[in-house]
């Protein structure tokens, strides 16, 4: 038999309580299953309350966060997965607060319903999307939620849209400085077809110089402060940087 099978056997009201949850335990590993019930039991004894009713705690909590924060507070059971794993010696991914995760993604995806009907932030898929969020953080928990934000449109924070506000304008003044005296050349202007291919060429030149650290803009731009600063605000370096390269291009663009 398997830990559940016995489990069901010797805790039926515990184990229907568990599945009134929609947590199904059937097809999981023994020792996954060993110590997602141990972490349920010891939440109900420390919240007091069956275990039936602890979904319904953590969604009234989330109910009462206003709704550009409830993707934020997913950070925080995040480093409490890790103190009750260290607690009770098991996997962070087998704790409460990781299964409690997963009914805040569930609350995220209803907050999105209401913004379904506007744009995505951009306008790639998910696919091309995660090489980008890969590239500036190794975290999956921010990579996810950077895909909720510029996929699906999940409202930022205030101090997060100032935030991209402030990165814009880097970037931009960035590219100004490089590509302005390129772009106002009047004899390559004489030829627009081939100008805009210059162009083109030229906004991709900064655009690596930036992302390879060169000597030419290093001292411009602290490009590991800033990634861990857009780390902080669930923003993507990289993908900013492309929308930077798309407006200068399409500036100048003849």
Known sequence: MTYW?????????????????GLNFYSQPDNDVREKCLSLEAMSREMG?????????????????EA????YYID????????AA?????????????????????????IEQRYAHLPPLS??????????????????????KKIHIYTKNFPRPQADIDYVKLIEQIFDTYFERFVAPFASNSEIRSNPQLFNLMLSAHVFQYWDKLTNKDDEV???????GLIQECNRHNVSFYLELDFASER???KYRM
Not at 89 to 103: G, H, L, R, V, Y
């Open 123 to 144: 306008s790639k898929n998910v696919i091309e999307l995660i090489p980008k969020f890969g590239l500036d953080s190794t975290n999956k928990l921010s990579i996810k």
């Open 68 to 71: 550009p924060y409830c993707l």
């Open 76 to 83: 925080q059971f995040e480093t409490k997965k890790l103190e």
């Open 5 to 21: 099978q016995t489990y069901r056997q010797e805790k039926p009201e515990y184990a229907n309580q568990i599945e009134s949850l």
């Open 86 to 110: 260290d607690e009770y010696n098991i996997s962070p991914d087998n704790t409460f607060f990781a299964i409690a995760q997963e009914w805040m993604w569930e609350r995220v995806e209803e």
């Open 218 to 224: 290093k001292d411009l731009i602290d490009v590991d």
């Open 248 to 250: 200068i291009k399409n």
């Open 49 to 65: 309350c069956p275990i039936s009713n602890l979904k319904n705690l953590i969604i009234e909590e989330l109910n009462k966060i």
